[in-house]
């Protein structure tokens, strides 16, 4: 293997020693982390430098299982592992020519998953393909490594030794970091292990930059008011524990660096092993939600000293912006063709008197994905910490019906009619016990959000398939589209099923 200095075309990750097997293995599990399907990875050094051990280490950490056999493949000259992502681990010493290497399979365990490669020597055009080179040099107890990468794979093996220095500065650099299933966000979620102590929720949030100007000179992260930096969260989650609910703590925040340390809510949710409804926890939920609403949400807060957080109103600009998604993506992936121009101008017509409705009613505090991918059960406890609330950093001062639309027709989880009369009558009952409440002027705000929010998710699910290869979330439209459906089907939303009705558009539950 060449130099690093001769590594022309890679970037520098890491330099530095490792002193004992530990830090050896801290240091691959941190690569494990960051690494991906299609990732080449090779291992560069003399006999007993230490290859093997990250190699063990890196494929332990994927496959969760600290007591994993992974024999050393120096007379099978490669090992398959069904972690996730699937991972290759080859040795080539025993290789005589460099084409052998192209029998073992690495091409087909690049288009699947991970490749470990130790002794890579012997087979130079790896190199080029290369997503990582660790190159190591010692032995015993004691060993020197550096790390390159790939311009466009550094970034990421950069940022997980940066989460690292950011536990060590919180007294937990031997802490074990773990996967935890993230979303459809750029976040990514890890748990972090420390000797007996409870473990933690690392948020890995970066900054976002802003993307392009499409409206007024502004990005549509702008426009629609969605946070592009942890400082909400931090915000919002101390706002909602000072009035009593129950939102993650936060133990440590790198707010520059978009890092933060959370207590663990739990794992218990609103559904089933099977993925249905839990009835009880979803009246529940919709029960906090008028809990929710009877408070005076001030319009900013403190997301640490000195910082403040203000939170928008949802705008009008940016409940049309959302509807747009369904013109922009949705409309032409069902009618072959775009809206004309008309049908666009009729459609933001027909939305913008619907948000004229919407001006007298009431507004609170809306946490904007407020369904059950982001409500922890908390069976143990009671009052509003029985509802642990776990994403929130787009919340926005709007009307109150929202969230309760949100829950009632979770994008995630069929929610049958009669399930849904029950969370909306749990939380009506709720409301009329708090006092005055208009519980017709919240049946038409119910509608008109349930639409809005429904039109916004059917753009956005075929826009994750089409532009971010993410088909994952096309299993979610049919329901999303009987949803839709069932907004149609009030009174309230008349000036839009109109306009689709004469598109040709047809939905479960409605038809023209």
């Given amino acids: 293997m060449q130099t690093t200095t001769e590594l022309s075309g890679f970037e520098p990750v890491f330099a530095g020693r490792l002193d004992g097997e530990a830090a050896t293995t801290r240091l691959a599990a941190d690569m494990a982390r960051a690494a991906r399907a299609g990732d080449l990875i090779l291992l560069s050094g003399d006999l007993g430098a230490?290859?093997?051990t990250f190699a063990r280490a890196f494929l332990r950490h994927l496959a969760g299982d600290?007591?994993?056999?992974?024999?050393?493949?120096?007379?099978?000259?490669v090992q398959s592992y069904a972690t996730v992502p699937p991972a290759l681990h080859a040795d080539l010493y025993r290789i005589a020519a460099e084409g052998e290497a192209d029998e073992l399979g690495l091409d087909d365990g690049l288009a699947q998953g991970i490749v470990l490669v130790e002794w890579?020597?012997?087979?130079?055009?790896?190199?080029?393909?290369a997503t990582l080179i660790v190159q190591l040099e010692g032995g015993g107890d004691s060993r020197s490594v550096v790390l390159v990468a790939s311009p466009a794979a550094a970034p990421r093996f950069s940022r997980s030794l940066a989460?690292?220095?950011?536990?060590?500065?919180?007294?937990l650099a031997d802490a074990e970091r773990r996967p935890l299933a993230g979303d459809a966000s750029s976040r990514s979620y890890e748990t972090v292990h420390a000797g007996d102590t409870a473990p933690l929720i690392l948020m890995n949030a970066p900054r976002m930059p802003d993307g392009p100007p499409i409206r007024d000179g502004l990005p549509y992260s702008r426009l629609a008011h969605l946070a592009e930096s942890v400082t909400p969260f931090v915000a919002i989650a101390r706002l909602l524990a000072s009035h009593g609910f129950c939102a993650p703590e936060i133990h440590a925040a790198d707010l520059d660096e978009g890092l933060l340390l959370i207590s663990d809510l739990g794992r218990d949710g609103v559904v089933d092993d099977s993925g249905a409804p839990i009835a009880a926890r979803y009246v529940a939920a919709g029960a906090l939600l008028a809990e929710l609403h009877r408070v005076a949400w001030p319009h900013g807060t403190e997301a640490a000293p000195g910082i403040s957080h203000a939170i928008p109103a949802y705008s009008r600009r940016a409940l049309l912006i959302e509807t747009e998604l369904f013109l922009d993506w949705y409309w032409p992936e069902k009618r072959g063709a775009p809206p004309g121009e008309n049908q666009r101008a009729a459609w933001l017509a027909a939305w913008n008197g619907l948000i004229d409705r919407l001006e007298s009613c009431e507004k609170s505090l809306v946490l904007r994905d407020y369904?059950?991918?982001?409500i922890i059960w908390r069976g143990q406890e009671q009052g509003r910490h029985r509802v642990g609330l776990i994403d929130f950093q787009d919340a926005v001062i709007g009307p109150s019906a929202y969230d309760v639309a949100s829950l009632a027709r979770d994008a995630r989880v069929d929610i049958p009619p009669t399930l849904e009369a029950d969370i909306v009558a749990a939380y009506v009952a709720a409301r009329h016990l708090q006092g005055r409440f208009d519980e017709a002027e919240f049946h038409a705000a119910f509608a008109i959000m349930a639409a809005q929010r429904n039109a916004k998710i059917l753009g956005i699910f075929i826009r994750l398939n089409r532009r971010d290869g993410k088909p994952g979330y096309l299993k979610h439209l049919p329901r999303v589209e009987a949803y839709f459906g069932r907004s149609l089907a009030s009174d309230a939303m008349a000036p839009v099923a109109d306009l689709l009705r004469?598109?040709?558009?047809?939905f479960p539950g409605w038809s023209p």
């Fill in 50 to 52: 230490g290859k093997s």
């Fill in 66 to 77: 600290d007591a994993l056999d992974v024999p050393s493949p120096t007379y099978t000259l």
């Fill in 120 to 129: 890579p020597e012997r087979a130079p055009d790896l190199l080029a393909r």
């Fill in 163 to 171: 989460i690292r220095g950011f536990l060590s500065h919180h007294g």
């Fill in 502 to 506: 004469g598109a040709g558009f047809t």
């Fill in 371 to 374: 369904h059950s991918p982001n």
